[in-house]
Every structure is written in structure tokens, then in C-alpha cells.
């Protein structure tokens, strides 16, 4: 006998959600609703989900190289669909069941887990959370009297069982209709704990809930430049101009943390690189303040919805030294990036007078700018 197995039930056409396709094989992250729900349960056992005849293709592209079970076909609702999938694994009957929602795909390893100990002593195991918020009676869109929320969960799933118990309450159940295996299991006289589950196990409803739940996608990107030092009185870098008895030769103003920055950008956005949007050979730019090139990609994050979440310069130079300026050049960058300094870094380092940097010959810069975006 198989220690355990979960069913995830994903044989729901989505009527409410009204989305271009069933919630639970919409993209979420890099993978699907349900893909998600099926990866957070696999390190844990076997997984099989219950699916629509109809919906064989879309599971079969939402679930590649997941390794789970054979589909099994749902029913006419929730509750025949668990009943089928019960009865697929029925010939070779693991010791436990967790039953999932496939519209729940942030699954914490930490509430499997509580789920699994609590199985342990009880003949069935739920996650949930104490409702926080005061419940109201209402009739006719208006308010006719509080309802205490002492003792009232939410309860979430997966929702573990003993296998022979739950499927012989499900063979039990029919005709009477249960919004739940909890309350399916209850009516047939098992005893449920509820464990502590997560406000992130939180179900797809309506249609911008994949966008919220997925989160955003985190993106980092780099850049790299070097600018040679010729005679001169200064250089500019990161927007900060520093009497200097040299001077950084360029097409523009040559401010090389200016430039790896706005690279590292461009890179965060697979948008190129700032030659690309910038060309030297153009005539426009020549003696631009490199403030243009980066707030045009200041410009491409907003346009996309995206946000700067922090940025990182390293300076690479025996001369000048940075320290003096260091702190101009965070608020120099937070000003034209339009975010809080703090989110705003600027190292500086030698080369141990190795290189053409520790030659004096130019300076280099590297920088990563790391972008939230939808």
C-alpha cells in the first residue's frame, strides 16, 4: 500500500471566473495554476488530478515534465469528481489522501506538513485561519445583524483523510450535496483537526486574482562599461562632476556608472543595451548628459508597468576617490530613477594598480538593477 497520494480536483469549467480559459490552466509565474498547485505537493508524494474530458490537451501542455499520475475524468460537480478520482485509486488504495484545489497554487510546504502530523491522530486534517473580519447578515443589500466570528475558521485545502474511510463516506454521501470533503467526512462521523494554514493559500476567483497571487516577476538585469581618462579638469560619475586632473573621454559625457546602470536596466527589461536605443554614431548625443539616457530607461519601466526595486553601482578606479561623493551620487541616481535613496547602492574598488584601471588609464563600472514587473 502507498503511504499517501493527493488528488488534485481541476475538472471545474470556470463559469464564474468568465476568463478566456479554465482559471486553473491560466499562466501563473513561469508555469500554470494548476502546475503550480501539482509542484507544490510533488516532493511530498504521487499526485494525480481530476480533469474535464474536454480539457485533456490544456492538462497535458499545463502539467509536461511533472511526473504525476494518469488524469482521472470528473463529474457533473466537485463532489463527483473527488468521488471518481477516489475510485481510480481505489485498486491500489494508498493509507492517506489529500484532496487540493487546483484554483490554490501558493501551497507553503510548511501547511503539507502540518497536514501530514495531524493525519497521524485523526481520521482527517484541514488547514485554516481564524476569521478576523466581523461577519454581517444581509438582506436586501442592507446590514440586519452581526454574526459572532468566535470559533469561525476559513477553511482552506489540501484537506487530508484516511483513504478507505473518506471514499467509503463518499460512496455514502450520494444524493445529499456537500460543499466540501470536511463537511462530506463530517456528516459520515469523522473527527477533522484543523491545522494553522496561510493567507497566501488563497483560491482564484475572480479573474485578477492570477496576476495578484502569482506576484510579480522579479527580474535582474547587468551592465558593464569602461571610458578611457584623458587630460582634463573632471570627470562625471553617476552624475556627480569631481575636479580631477583628468577627464573621461566618450561620444557623451562618458559617465561610465551612468552608462553600466542604464544598461543593467535595459537588460532587466530584455530591451538591449544603451547603444542600441543610443547610437555613438548618432550626432545628437554627442556631449549628452547621460541623465537622458537613463531616465529614457526609467521611462521603458514605467511603461511596462514595472517598478525599480533597488540598484547597485561599483565603481572600478585608483582615482578619484568616491567616498567623498558617494552619498551625492546615491541621491543623484534616487532623483533621476524616481525611487527612495535607500534602494540606491554606489561601491567603489581599485584594481590593486593591476590592469589598465590600475594604470590609470580609464575607469570602469559595473551595476545590476534588479525590476519588478507585472
Not at 490552466?25 to 513561469?30: A, E, N
Not at 489522501?97 to 501551497?107: E, S
Not at 571610458?227 to 583628468?246: D, F, K, Q
Not at 534616487?334 to 540606491?344: F, G, S, T
Request: charge should be negative; include cysteine; aromatic fraction near 4%.
Amino acid at each position: 500500500m502507498r503511504d499517501r497520494i493527493a488528488l488534485i480536483v481541476a475538472a471545474g469549467r470556470g463559469t464564474r471566473f468568465g476568463g478566456p480559459a479554465p482559471k486553473q490552466y491560466l499562466p501563473f509565474g513561469d508555469t500554470t495554476v494548476l502546475g503550480a498547485a501539482a509542484m507544490a505537493l510533488r516532493p511530498f508524494m504521487p499526485v494525480a488530478c481530476v480533469i474535464h474530458p474536454d480539457d485533456r490537451a490544456q492538462y497535458e501542455a499545463a502539467t509536461a515534465g511533472l511526473d504525476l499520475l494518469p488524469p482521472v475524468f470528473g463529474g457533473p460537480d466537485r463532489q463527483a469528481s473527488v468521488r471518481n478520482g477516489l475510485e481510480a485509486l481505489a485498486d491500489e488504495p494508498p493509507e492517506h489522501v489529500l484532496v487540493h484545489d487546483a484554483a490554490r497554487p501558493n501551497l507553503p510546504a510548511a501547511v503539507v506538513r502540518r497536514i501530514l502530523e495531524a493525519l497521524a491522530a485523526h481520521d482527517g486534517a484541514a488547514p485554516g485561519l481564524p476569521v478576523a473580519d466581523t461577519l454581517k447578515r444581509v438582506e436586501d443589500g442592507r446590514s440586519v445583524g452581526t454574526v459572532s466570528r468566535d470559533g469561525l475558521w476559513r477553511i482552506q485545502t489540501p484537506q487530508g483523510f484516511r483513504f478507505p474511510a473518506l471514499l467509503e463516506a463518499h460512496r455514502q454521501a450520494a444524493p445529499a450535496s456537500f460543499s466540501d470533503d470536511t463537511a462530506l467526512a463530517e456528516a459520515a462521523g469523522l473527527h477533522i483537526a484543523v491545522v494553522q494554514g496561510d493567507a497566501r493559500l488563497e483560491k482564484v476567483t475572480e479573474p485578477g486574482d492570477v496576476a495578484r497571487l502569482a506576484g510579480p516577476d522579479i527580474r535582474t538585469g547587468h551592465g558593464f562599461d569602461v571610458h578611457r581618462l584623458v587630460p582634463g579638469e573632471s570627470v562625471t560619475l553617476c552624475g556627480v562632476s569631481i575636479a580631477h586632473n583628468m577627464a573621461l573621454a566618450g561620444h557623451s559625457d562618458a559617465d561610465v556608472g551612468m552608462h553600466a546602470l542604464t544598461d543593467a536596466i535595459l537588460g532587466a527589461l530584455a530591451e538591449g543595451d544603451i547603444g542600441q536605443h543610443f547610437p555613438p554614431s548618432d550626432p545628437q548625443w554627442k556631449g549628452a548628459a547621460s541623465e537622458v539616457f537613463l531616465g529614457h530607461a526609467r521611462n521603458m519601466v514605467s511603461a511596462r508597468g514595472a517598478r525599480i526595486l533597488h540598484c547597485d553601482v561599483t565603481l572600478v578606479c585608483e582615482a578619484p576617490r568616491i567616498g567623498p561623493h558617494r552619498d551625492a551620487m546615491r541621491a543623484e541616481l534616487a532623483r533621476i530613477l524616481a525611487i527612495p535613496v535607500d534602494r540606491v547602492s554606489v561601491k567603489a574598488t581599485t584594481s590593486e594598480r593591476l590592469g589598465f584601471t590600475g594604470r590609470g588609464e580609464g575607469i570602469a563600472a559595473q551595476a545590476t538593477a534588479t525590476l519588478a514587473l507585472p
